[in-house]
C-alpha cells in the first residue's frame, strides 16, 4: 500500500514538474497597459496571423474593450509563497484512513461544493456552465520557476481528471497564453493568475484566483492543486532510476552541454537529439526533453509532456518501488505544495493498480480550439473559437463508451524489423488511442512489411480499419486469419517499413 501511495503521489508531482519553463532566457514584450477590442464572433474561423505581424492601429475604445492590467513583474515586491497544509508523511497511530468502497466512491470527491460567487463586469465573456460532475474529483497540477527574490508565472497548467467508477484518466494542457478573464482584475494571459493571486490576497491566495480562473472560462471545478519546482522533477526521476521514454519522433533542440553551467553563455549550448527509440532519460534529460521549446512551440512541448507522464505513469506502476519509499518520501514532501491529505493519497494509492497507460486519455489546448493573435499592445495570446471549446472541454470530463469497446480489443506486438524498440514505440502508440497491448519475440528481426493479423472470428473491418488508421497502415497491410483459439484479437508483425512517428492529438476517442 505505501508502495502505491508513493507511486501516484509522484505520479501527480511529476506531472506539475514537466511543465516549467525553459531555462534559456526568452524575451518577450511586457506592455504595461494593453487595449484589447474582443472579435465580435469567436466561433468564425481567424484569419493565419504571420509570426512578427503586429497591429499598429490606435485601439478603439468601445463596449466590447476589454483592459489588461498592469504587469506585476517588475512593478511589485517579490511574493512570498503561502504554503499549502502540510502533508503527512506516514500514518499516524490513531488516524483513520478509509479507503474507497466497492463501487469506486471517494470520499475525496466533491459532496457539498458550492460553486463560488465570481463577479464579471461588463465586456467579459460569459461565464462557461459548470461542467464537472460529481464523480469526476480533479487535480489542478502546476510547474512554476519560482525562486528566492524573483516573481514567477505558471507558465504551463495541467488539469487531471480522474473518474474511479469508469476507471478513466483524462489530462487536459492548458497553454500559458490562454486569454482568459481573471476575477477581480481582469482579462490577462491565464499564467499570471496565480501570482496574482499571491500579490493582492485573494481568498485563497495563488491557489484560490487560478482555480475560480479555470472555472469562470472552462467550467472545470478545481478539487485540488499540487505545485513542484524543477529541481525536485531531476531528483525524483533519478531516485526512480530515470525513466525510459518511448520518443516515437526524434527532436532536436538547444540544450546545456552540462547543467552546472552559465545558460547565459551561448557557448554552453548544443544541438541535441534524442531519439526515435526507447531512450532512457536521467531527470535533468526528461526536465529538457518535457519542457523545451526553443525549435518548437509550447503545443508541441505539451505533446512531449505527454510522452513523459505516460512513460512515467507505466514505469512506476510496473515497477519495484519499494526500496526507494525513503528517498522518494523525502525529494516528494520537499518539493510539492498540496492540499491533498494523507487520507487523499491513500485512496489515491488503492486505486492505481486499476489504472494502465491506455486509460490515461490526452487533450491539448490548441488550434483550431484556440487561435493565435496579437493585442494591438503586442502581446501574443491565444484566444478561444466558442463553441470547439465547449466541445473539447465536455470530452475531457465526460466518460467514454469507445475507451471500454477498445480496451476488450488484444493487440500483440512482435518486433520483426532491425530497429531496437520500435515495438515499444507501436504500444506507446495505441496506448494513446485506448488499446490494451501486449509484447512478443518475433522469430526474425528481418521482416520488411509490417502486417496486421486479424485473428477475430467476426472479422469486424470496421474495427481492423481503425487499428490500420491508428498505426498509419494500409489497408494491403491487414492479413485475414480468424482464429477461435488466440488470446488476441491481433497481431502486429512490425517490419522495415514501419514509421513509429506519429501526431497523438485527436487520437484520443
Known amino acids: ?19 516549467l519553463p525553459s531555462g534559456m532566457s526568452e524575451s518577450a514584450p511586457q506592455p504595461q497597459f494593453i487595449v484589447v477590442t474582443r472579435v465580435p464572433n469567436p466561433t468564425a474561423t481567424p484569419t493565419p496571423f ?3 505581424q503586429v497591429s499598429q492601429a490606435s485601439p478603439t475604445l468601445g ?19 503561502t504554503p499549502f497544509p502540510a502533508v503527512t508523511v506516514g500514518p499516524s497511530p490513531t488516524a483513520t484512513l478509509d479507503l474507497p468502497t466497492p463501487d469506486g466512491t471517494l470520499s475525496l470527491l466533491p459532496e457539498n461544493w458550492t460553486p463560488p460567487n465570481i463577479y464579471a463586469p461588463a465586456g467579459v465573456p460569459t461565464a462557461f456552465p459548470l461542467m464537472t460532475d460529481t464523480d469526476t474529483v480533479t487535480f489542478l497540477l502546476l510547474g512554476s520557476d519560482l525562486r528566492p527574490g524573483s516573481s514567477f508565472r505558471t507558465d504551463t497548467i495541467v ?24 476575477p477581480e482584475w481582469g482579462m490577462n494571459k491565464v499564467n499570471t493568475a496565480y501570482q496574482h493571486g499571491e500579490l493582492y490576497d485573494y481568498p485563497g491566495k495563488g491557489p484560490g484566483l487560478l482555480k475560480d480562473t479555470i472555472l469562470y472560462n472552462l467550467g472545470i471545478r ?44 551561448e557557448a554552453n549550448w548544443h544541438l541535441y537529439t534524442a531519439g526515435p527509440g526507447l531512450v ?13 521549446r526553443m525549435r518548437s512551440s509550447d503545443f508541441d512541448r505539451g505533446r512531449r509532456q505527454q510522452e513523459v507522464l ?62 493565435s493573435t496579437f493585442s494591438d499592445g503586442g502581446a501574443y495570446i491565444l484566444v478561444p473559437n466558442g463553441n470547439q471549446l465547449y466541445d473539447l472541454v465536455q470530452r475531457f470530463l465526460t466518460d467514454s463508451p469507445q475507451m471500454e469497446v477498445r480496451e476488450s480489443i488484444k493487440v500483440e506486438i512482435r518486433n520483426g524489423s532491425s530497429y531496437a524498440d520500435w515495438d515499444a514505440l507501436a504500444a506507446s502508440r495505441l496506448a494513446y488511442a485506448g488499446f490494451e497491448t501486449s509484447l512478443a519475440a518475433a522469430d526474425s528481426q528481418g521482416y520488411d512489411q509490417t502486417l496486421l493479423y486479424d485473428f477475430t472470428v467476426e ?38 517499413d514501419y514509421k513509429p512517428c506519429f501526431n497523438p492529438d485527436g487520437m484520443t476517442p
Request: hydrophobic content about 45%; proline content about 7%; charged content about 20%.
Open 50 to 52: 504571420r509570426p512578427g
Open 280 to 292: 532512457h532519460m536521467d531527470g535533468d534529460l526528461a526536465l529538457w526533453y518535457a519542457r523545451s
Open 1 to 19: 500500500m505505501k508502495a502505491r501511495l508513493c507511486c501516484l503521489l509522484t505520479f501527480l508531482a511529476l506531472l506539475t514538474a514537466c511543465n
Open 459 to 496: 472479422q469486424d473491418n470496421e474495427q481492423a480499419r481503425l487499428l490500420l488508421a491508428v498505426l498509419g497502415l494500409k489497408d494491403s497491410a491487414l492479413v485475414s486469419s480468424p482464429n477461435a483459439e488466440s488470446q488476441v484479437s491481433y497481431v502486429l508483425l512490425l517490419g522495415n
Open 63 to 81: 463596449p466590447d474593450t476589454v483592459f489588461e492590467a498592469p504587469s506585476a513583474e517588475g512593478l511589485f515586491p517579490s511574493p512570498t509563497l
Open 159 to 182: 488539469v487531471a481528471a480522474l473518474r474511479p467508477k469508469s476507471g478513466q484518466i483524462s489530462l487536459f494542457s492548458i497553454p500559458r497564453d490562454f486569454w482568459v478573464y481573471i
Open 222 to 265: 478545481i478539487d485540488h492543486v499540487a505545485m513542484v519546482d524543477f529541481d525536485g522533477f531531476r531528483r525524483v526521476v533519478d531516485t526512480l532510476g530515470g525513466v525510459d521514454v518511448p520518443v516515437a519522433c526524434a527532436y532536436t533542440d538547444w540544450r546545456l552541454i552540462d547543467p552546472s553551467l552559465n545558460p547565459n553563455y
Open 310 to 371: 505516460r512513460a512515467l505513469f507505466d514505469q512506476i506502476l510496473r515497477g519495484d518501488t519499494l526500496t526507494k519509499i525513503p528517498a522518494l518520501y523525502d525529494d516528494i514532501t520537499s518539493t510539492v505544495a498540496t492540499d491533498l491529505s494523507l487520507k487523499d493519497m491513500v485512496q489515491l494509492a488503492w486505486l492505481a493498480p486499476q489504472f494502465t497507460g491506455a486509460d490515461v486519455r490526452s487533450y491539448y489546448l490548441k488550434p483550431p480550439t484556440v487561435y
